[in-house]
């Protein structure tokens, strides 16, 4: 029964790392990356569609991201997703590419964005002690129902707190990196 507990305080704790690795994502560096537009809505036949799913994005060099429509008719569309989304990104479009050069980053703006970075690596933490709380109330109510002894609950919340630790210790690592890419010129 506790390992069952554990098993899904641990997959909610993974979760949260996944959520937490797409938001960093989300937080664009200086440098160019694919990922930096998963988050741009392209209006294809009266459908919002994700950008992927309507064109391919590469990297052409450190700087600048390649968007290659699979419509000619999309350029201009895709185009005005990508100036109207929230990034702050200016494209130009040269025949059926549009490039996106990624602008220098100031150092207002990359504390901001650190701050960003510590504000999403806070919500992960706040739902992985969540899972922690969740499955530590499970296992009381086993103890409740004198389904375990004393001895299971506390081994059970031990072993919970040692999954908590060490998901914690992943988010710090994460936004350490985070830090450093954001901070490095």
Do not use: C
């Given at each position: 029964?506790?390992?069952d507990i554990?098993a899904?305080?641990?997959?909610?704790?993974?979760?949260?790392l996944?959520a937490?690795?797409?938001?960093?994502?989300?937080?664009?560096?200086?440098?160019?990356?694919?990922s930096i537009?998963?988050?741009?809505?392209?209006?294809?036949?009266?459908?919002?569609t994700?950008?992927?799913?309507?064109?391919?994005?590469?990297?052409?060099?450190?700087?600048?991201?390649?968007?290659s429509?699979?419509?000619?008719n999309?350029?201009?569309t895709?185009?005005?997703a990508?100036m109207?989304?929230?990034?702050?990104l200016?494209?130009?479009?040269?025949?059926d590419?549009?490039?996106?050069?990624?602008p220098m980053?100031?150092?207002?703006?990359?504390?901001?964005?650190?701050?960003?970075?510590?504000?999403?690596a806070e919500?992960?933490?706040?739902?992985?002690?969540?899972?922690?709380?969740?499955a530590?109330?499970?296992?009381?109510?086993?103890?409740?129902?004198?389904?375990?002894?004393?001895?299971d609950?506390?081994?059970?919340?031990?072993?919970?707190?040692?999954l908590?630790?060490?998901?914690?210790?992943?988010?710090?690592?994460?936004?350490?990196?985070k830090?450093?890419?954001l901070?490095a010129?």
């Amino acid at each position: 029964m506790i390992d069952d507990i554990k098993a899904e305080a641990e997959k909610k704790m993974k979760k949260s790392l996944d959520a937490l690795h797409s938001a960093f994502n989300k937080i664009r560096t200086g440098r160019a990356h694919p990922s930096i537009l998963d988050s741009v809505m392209v209006n294809y036949y009266g459908q919002e569609t994700p950008l992927k799913q309507v064109a391919s994005v590469n990297i052409e060099d450190n700087r600048t991201l390649t968007v290659s429509p699979w419509e000619k008719n999309l350029v201009p569309t895709i185009e005005k997703a990508i100036m109207m989304s929230d990034l702050g990104l200016n494209p130009a479009t040269s025949g059926d590419i549009i490039r996106v050069p990624m602008p220098m980053l100031t150092e207002e703006t990359r504390r901001e964005m650190v701050k960003q970075a510590k504000a999403d690596a806070e919500h992960g933490r706040v739902s992985i002690r969540n899972a922690r709380r969740d499955a530590n109330s499970m296992i009381k109510e086993l103890l409740k129902e004198k389904e375990i002894t004393e001895d299971d609950e506390r081994k059970g919340e031990d072993e919970i707190q040692k999954l908590t630790d060490r998901y914690i210790a992943e988010v710090d690592k994460m936004l350490k990196a985070k830090e450093e890419d954001l901070m490095a010129v």
